[in-house]
């Protein structure tokens, strides 16, 4: 069983930073993957960034990349999110997501077992 609580989330401007953090309970296997996804009202679960607990290899949807950056810390069970020159559209619910075998890849949603509550990030124009 994992435990998922994020913060950092907030209302900031355009074009400005947030970083968010995401404490896991429980134990991490070197199989896991730690994801974040996002979602706005209406929408389906979008997938952000995610990485393998095991070697660190990251993964980036394409709207994201070259702005944000996902870190884990294996020592401390965290994964966290820097958001850098946010946009509007980064409006949304951020989760954060255990997969313990990831059987649909690192970026599918269907493959995260574990969730957090999920924490909102608005981006003024």
């Known amino acids: 069983q994992v435990q998922l609580v994020e913060s950092g989330g907030g209302l900031v401007q355009a074009g400005t930073s947030l970083r968010l953090s995401c404490a896991a309970s429980?134990?991490?296997?070197?199989?896991?993957?730690m994801g974040w996804f996002r979602q706005e009202p209406g929408q389906e679960r979008e997938f952000v960034a995610s990485?393998?607990?095991?070697?660190?290899?990251?993964y980036y949807t394409d709207s994201v990349k070259g702005r944000f950056t996902i870190t884990r810390d294996a020592a401390k069970n965290t994964v966290d999110l820097q958001m850098n020159s946010l946009k509007p559209e980064d409006s949304a619910i951020y989760f954060c997501?255990?997969?313990?075998?990831?059987?649909?890849?690192?970026?599918?949603?269907?493959?995260?077992?574990?969730w957090g509550q999920g924490i909102q990030v608005t981006v003024s124009s």
């Open positions: 997501a255990t997969a313990t075998t990831a059987p649909w890849g690192p970026t599918n949603d269907r493959s995260f077992d574990y």
């Open positions: 429980g134990t991490i296997y070197s199989s896991y993957v």
């Open positions: 990485v393998t607990w095991r070697n660190n290899k990251k």
